[in-house]
């Protein structure tokens, strides 16, 4: 498991861009894993927004993100990104950042299941 920190959640406005970050603490190398983003809203079940392989080439979109969110990573700087566009207060969520250590790093991972290290979460309000 690895120690993964998320950054970049806060309030804005609907129809606004945000960009969260995620990196591993400790010095831990996160280049090597798949990687993915998940959010929980109230009263709601974690849902996968985006994930990507260890090295980016493989993406996999949740239903109804793909096109607003954008998935990313840069392992020279050991860092994982989520670009969310025309954000929705619908958006508003505790989002989490998470890491699949043990599966084969060539695919991007879309069940919630298989990721075994998890962020502590980043608040993300949109106000309408």
């Known amino acids: 498991q690895v120690q993964l920190v998320e950054s970049g959640g806060g309030l804005v406005q609907a129809g606004d861009s945000l960009t969260l970050s995620c990196g591993a603490s400790?010095?831990?190398?996160?280049?090597?894993?798949?990687m993915g983003w998940f959010r929980e809203a109230p009263g709601k079940d974690r849902e996968i927004i985006a994930a990507?392989?260890?090295?980016?080439?493989?993406?996999y979109y949740g239903d109804s993100f793909e096109g607003r969110f954008t998935i990313s990573r840069n392992n020279a700087k050991n860092m994982v990104y989520l670009q969310m566009n025309s954000l929705k207060p619908e958006d508003a969520a505790v989002y989490y950042c998470?890491?699949?250590?043990?599966?084969?790093?060539?695919?991007?991972?879309?069940?919630?299941?298989?990721?075994?290290?998890w962020g502590q979460g980043t608040q993300v309000t949109v106000s309408s």
């Open positions: 998470a890491a699949a250590t043990r599966v084969l790093a060539t695919r991007a991972v879309k069940s919630r299941h298989e990721y075994d290290s």
């Open positions: 400790g010095g831990t190398l996160i280049r090597e894993f798949p």
């Open positions: 990507i392989n260890w090295n980016g080439e493989s993406t």
